[in-house]
């Protein structure tokens, strides 16, 4: 079956059961739940946890997450990055409870003023963070895994993550229209294997719209067969910018032939 899942909407508040009801009536195989506004407590209990895993076994739906982007994980100021990582350990503890396959975590955002010895610093930083994030998640047994986001959005720019702390790759089509078509090909091929799951939205090479699948100008075609053909396994995780955007995505998917024949490709689900 198709490995194909939407991602909640992370601004609209709607509990996460009606996130299942949503995958569930548009047949979408994954749900991949964005730690944004479901952060503040009661939401990250192990009580709400072990219930969402057991509401998304009864409808047959795999989880996966998203660890918070909006703050950066690297920050210079204490006091942000304290509670930054608070948010990401315990998004971490939550994810490992409700059985979520994998999390996907953003390069840290360099800010105003991006001097060399500002980019310097930050990386060193970044050391420490991402080991204590890599950590975490290996002891919780969810597979971590490193998107490509601007300005870390580059094969270079993710080995470096990769190697250092020995995470998988969340390979965003999208971003990749963004720095240079077809750029997705040649880090398919690179990172084989190591490829946790697809972020599917479309964009006019300009601007980073994620607009619903085929209302841009990413040829999907190409991209499902070279991701076939590199051996990877889903999920496709499709993210837009609300509910009738991705019944949109789901529609074009379906109708227009692009994945071609995906019975042969398998799930990474963990059930
Ligand atoms: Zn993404």
Avoid at 77 to 101: C, D, H, V, W
Avoid at 142 to 163: G, H, S, W, Y
Avoid at 201 to 219: A, K
Wanted: cysteine-free; overall charge positive; aromatic content about 10%.
């Amino acid at each position: 079956m198709l490995a194909i899942g939407v991602q909640n909407v992370a601004w609209e508040k709607a509990s996460l059961s009606s996130w299942l009801d949503f995958a569930q009536e548009n047949s979408a195989k994954w749900l991949d739940i964005v730690f944004e506004y479901y952060t503040s407590p009661p939401f990250l209990t192990a009580k709400a946890a072990r219930q969402l895993r057991r509401q998304a076994e009864e409808k047959g739906i795999s989880l996966s997450g998203h660890l918070p982007y909006l703050a950066s994980a690297v920050d210079f100021n204490p006091y942000r990055q304290a509670a930054t990582r608070k948010l990401m350990l315990e998004s971490i503890r939550f994810a490992s409870i409700s059985g979520m396959a994998m999390l996907t975590v953003h390069p840290p955002y360099p800010a105003w003023p991006e001097t060399i010895d500002y980019v310097a610093r930050l990386q060193r930083v970044a050391q420490k963070e991402y080991a204590t994030l890599a950590r975490a998640a290996k002891r919780a047994d969810v597979t971590l895994a490193i998107e490509n986001v601007e300005p870390f959005n580059t094969a270079d720019d993710l080995r470096a993550f990769v190697d250092a702390f020995d995470l998988q790759v969340t390979m965003d089509i999208g971003h990749w229209n963004i720095s240079g078509k077809g750029h997705y090909k040649t880090l398919l091929k690179a990172f084989k294997g190591i490829v946790a799951n697809m972020h599917i939205h479309d964009n006019d090479g300009r601007g980073d719209r994620h607009w619903p699948l085929g209302t841009g100008n990413i040829d999907w075609r190409a991209v499902f067969s070279t991701a076939k053909q590199h051996g990877f396994k889903g999920p496709a995780i499709i993210e837009n910018m609300s509910r009738p955007d991705l019944v949109q995505s789901l529609e074009f998917l379906r109708r227009s032939g692009v994945m071609g024949r995906m019975r042969a490709w398998d799930s990474r689900s963990k059930k």
